[in-house]
Nanobody, 122 residues
């Protein structure tokens, strides 16, 4: 069982930056691929980025490529999402997830956090 707690969301102006964190409980964090997803009101959940067990590989969604970076610290049981050049369309609740495969599908992940709100004003 893995429990995930996101933090770092907030209100930021367009062009600004935020860094989200997701702290995981338990001693098996390094055995899980991690990912970030987001969901805007009235829209489907959207893949943002994923990272492998060791952090040696990551995949960003096309919509955030070049602006967002996912990373992890297995000593701290934490995964991060650095978000730069934020746009109003990035406004959503951001969720971290843990699973066995670092893929873009939500069904690949077994554990989810409660989410953190990111609002980007124009």
């Amino acid at each position: 069982q893995v429990q995930l707690v996101e933090s770092g969301g907030g209100l930021v102006q367009a062009g600004g930056s935020l860094r989200l964190s997701c702290a995981a409980s338990g001693h098996t964090f390094s055995r899980y691929a991690m990912a970030w997803f987001r969901q805007a009101p009235g829209q489907d959940r959207e893949f943002v980025a994923a990272i492998s067990f060791t952090g040696s590989s990551s995949i960003p969604a096309d919509s955030v490529k070049g602006r967002f970076t996912i990373s992890r610290d297995n000593n701290e049981n934490t995964v991060y999402l650095q978000m730069n050049s934020l746009k109003p369309e990035d406004t959503a609740v951001y969720y971290c997830a843990a699973g066995k495969v670092a893929g873009p599908r939500g069904t690949e992940y077994d554990y989810w956090g409660q989410g953190t709100q990111v609002t980007v004003s124009s």
